[in-house]
T-cell receptor, first 117, second 113 residues
Framework: KQEVTQIPAALSVPEGENLVLNCSFTDSAIYNLQWFRQDPGKGLTSLLLIQSSQREQTSGRLNASLDKSSGRSTLYIAASQPGDSATYLCAVTKGWDSGGSNYKLTFGKGTLLTVNP | SAVISQKPSRDICQRGTSLTIQCQVDSQVTMMFWYRQQPGQSLTLIATANQGSEATYESGFVIDKFPISRPNLTFSTLTVSNMSPEDSSIYLC??????????FGPGTRLTVL
């Protein structure tokens, strides 16, 4: 059974700092990995999608890396801003050969990020 | 990316009643999913809503408790039946065009008294 772990559970940083959020998964047979942002009481906003054949993806101040063989991904946020404060969720989908619900996203519990002005 | 809306955005219900949540997408999509997020927890997949056939439920979720309809490629409903306080959660609809990015609706916050 796939398990996704995110470290740290919470992080508080001053504005302007660069930071890294970590995600690990137990089964390396994934199809892709997706990073989301969730604001309190709201739905999820997709930030970055990394296919299993890719090593990294970038969008603006965000950069996500994937090391499939070691079961790890990182989300790097450059020059953090108070508006980046949210919970960041990492999720993976099963590999195609696994059968069953191949599209199912298995989520970590998230990292609660607070960026202080 | 798809634009997804959900109704209602929130509701407070009495124990033993049922609530139907609607999910509308602005374009035709292959895959639609329903997730639950219990307080302080991450998201768990309830079922995959299949157009023209019965939904596919994950372990621990059953059709009698969470009946799902998907009459076309842009719309789905999830009913939470015979509710108890343990059903208090955020329910989220998501969509995908296959092995690609999944997009989520704004969620429905349900409180059961």
């Amino acid at each position: 059974k796939q398990e996704v772990t995110q470290i740290p559970a919470a992080l508080s940083v001053p504005e302007g700092e660069n930071l890294v959020l970590n995600c690990s998964f137990t089964d390396s047979a994934i199809y892709n990995l997706q990073w989301f942002r969730q604001d309190p009481g709201k739905g999820l906003t997709s930030l970055l999608l990394i296919q299993s054949s890719q090593r990294e993806q970038t969008s603006g101040r965000l950069n996500a890396s994937l090391d499939k063989s070691s079961g790890r991904s990182t989300l790097y946020i450059a020059a953090s801003q108070p508006g980046d404060s949210a919970t960041y969720l990492c999720a993976v989908t099963k590999g195609w050969d696994s059968g069953g619900s191949n599209y199912k996203l298995t989520f970590g519990k998230g990292t609660l990020l607070t960026v202080n002005p | 990316s798809a634009v997804i809306s959900q109704k209602p955005s929130r509701d407070i219900c009495q124990r033993g009643t049922s609530l139907t949540i609607q999910c509308q997408v602005d374009s035709q999509v292959t895959m639609m999913f329903w997730y639950r997020q219990q307080p302080g927890q991450s998201l768990t997949l309830i079922a995959t809503a299949n157009q023209g056939s019965e939904a596919t439920y994950e372990s621990g979720f059953v059709i009698d408790k969470f009946p799902i309809s998907r009459p076309n490629l842009t719309f789905s409903t999830l009913t939470v039946s015979n509710m108890s306080p343990e059903d208090s959660s955020i329910y989220l609809c998501s969509v995908s065009d296959g092995y690609n990015e999944q997009f989520f609706g704004p969620g429905t916050r349900l409180t059961v008294l």
